[in-house]
């Protein structure tokens, strides 16, 4: 059974840090692409980060590039998003997906999504 979990969501003050963990089970995370969106109040869910298999490369939406880092554990079977200079635009519901080998646009292409985690920015 394909599960994925998040956690690490918080409140920060504007210019913190946080690092989001998508825990995965039931698939080995190696041969697959994770994308992390987030959803705004209000707004459309937008792709954020993927972090392709063994072959699929990394990607970053502009607004995040530079700020965020995207990592994997493979031996943990853990996908990390590592946030930094938080700005409040980035205050969202962030979530984990799987898709296939390699990251795609959209999120029509993520089969199996985790249940998301909170991050505000606010001071």
């Known amino acids: 059974q394909?599960?994925?979990v998040e956690s690490g969501g918080g409140l920060v003050q504007p210019g913190g840090s946080l690092r989001l963990s998508c825990a995965a089970s039931g698939f080995i995370l190696d041969y697959y692409a994770i994308g992390w969106f987030r959803q705004a109040p209000g707004k459309e869910r937008e792709g954020v980060s993927c972090f392709g298999s063994r072959h699929g490369g990394i990607y970053y939406l502009d607004s995040v590039k530079g700020r965020f880092t995207v990592s994997r554990d493979n031996a943990k079977n853990t996908v990390y998003?590592?946030?930094n200079s938080l700005k409040p635009e980035d205050t969202a519901?962030?979530?984990?997906?799987r898709?296939?080998?390699f990251c795609q646009?959209?999120?029509v292409h993520y089969g199996y999504w985790g249940?998301?985690?909170q991050v505000t920015v606010s001071s």
């Open 115 to 117: 249940q998301g985690t």
């Open 99 to 101: 898709t296939g080998s």
């Open 105 to 107: 646009i959209g999120e």
């Open 2 to 4: 394909v599960q994925l």
């Open 93 to 97: 519901v962030y979530y984990c997906a």
């Open 81 to 83: 998003l590592q946030m």
